[in-house]
């Protein structure tokens, strides 16, 4: 009686098991998990560095284009601008909203392209993610680990049904600080001394010196 | 050396009464950023004229090896007063790593110059009297830059003579050897961040602000373990 109780029980168990595992390969089919969306970007990337010799020995230019091509499909670049902008932004015209998010991309880019340019034996080790599987937004938290102390570096990820991988990143945290946060007051700065207009010439100048320094 | 520092200060109060002017949009975290930026400038002027140039020439003329060991000798001296803090904070595995670090570098890592410890995955928990202030519940208080030492909060300003007096570098010998012992922790520090000072001079708009907003962050991360909870996020 016993044993035939527990064959029932563990016949059961068995097709609920199969039943989830079903439905998580069919949700997997269309949108991908967000700690998994991360892993595959952050080992392909480091991968196509280590493999490349152009970009490690500094070629910002093929950095620029890898980011281009792999990272920023998978970002929310307006979202970010609008963020690090705050209550601005829905005063800002079309056009300024454009050329914000333009000027704000290179800014980026460039900078964080000569980070990139560093990697030389790095891996990613992925941490426990907080919050439940039907949250609308997700903070994926990774660990870069080379020699010295491990790197912390987190995500924030949005879900986008259906668009992609079904989910994209509106912030990046390094060492802690949230990349967002950190250029709000620096805009908001901007912003009350000289205006919308003010902003995007001081980013556009920026970029333009930027160009010129790593160039020499 | 707090007599250094006790001379730093002034200096800074000093360079202050030059330059202080109102700010116009003042930020919560940052009530005396007018006082704050004029020894900001003063530090940047430093680090542009001495600390950096000097930073440069000793990563050109040093060995990798050499400062690696350099900056393992001092990791190796602070994880002591870590595994202090991380007692007086109640965390037990976090003291234990500590300690172990300690005895296995300064004897098989030849006086800490090895960091032996990290190959056996022994990891490093930096803590300082500041963060186990933080710990106990104390709030991080205004944001403060102290001239060359830069950026602080008030908290950690008020641990700072307790995180100096037991820093071991000052007991390695007579007043000279301290004083040069410091002098090499400033300059192997400021070597370790220069590519970190180039990205921060690329990406910033204000370098003040940046660097202040991603200290405090930073900071706060820190005393949550990397994981703090959420802050009343603005967003349109």
Redesign the interface.
Known sequence: MDMKRNFLRGLLLAFSLVAVGGFATVARAEDEAPDALIKRLSVDILATIKADKAIRSGDIGRIVALVDDRVLPNVNFQRMT??A???A??QATPEQQKRLQDEFKI??V???A??LA?VTDQTIAMKPM?GSGDDKEVVV?TEIKGNG?PI?LDYRLEKTPGQGPGWKIYNLNV????LV??????????I??KGLDGLID??AE?NKS?AT??KG | MQLTGLRLLAAGVFVCLQGCATVAHPVASDPWESMNRSVYGFNDAVDRAVLKPVAAGYRAVTPDWLRKGVGNFFNNLQDVWSAVNNGLQGRGQEMGDSIGRVVVNSTIGLLGTVDVASSLNIDRHTADFGLTLGRWGMGPGPYVVLPILGPYTLREVGALPLDWKADLTQQLGNSDTVTGAFVLKLVDTRAQYLQAGDVVEGAALDKYSFTRDAYLQRQRNRQYDGNPPEEDGVEP
Do not use: H, M
Not at chain 1, 175 to 178: A, D, E, I, S
């Open positions: 609008a963020s902008v705050g209550p932004w829905r800014l980026l460039r900078t964080y000569g980070a560093q907080r938290r102390d912390q060492l802690g600080v949230w946060e950190t250029y709000r007051s620096q805009f908001a700065q901007e009350n001394a001081t980013l920026r930027n320094s790593k």
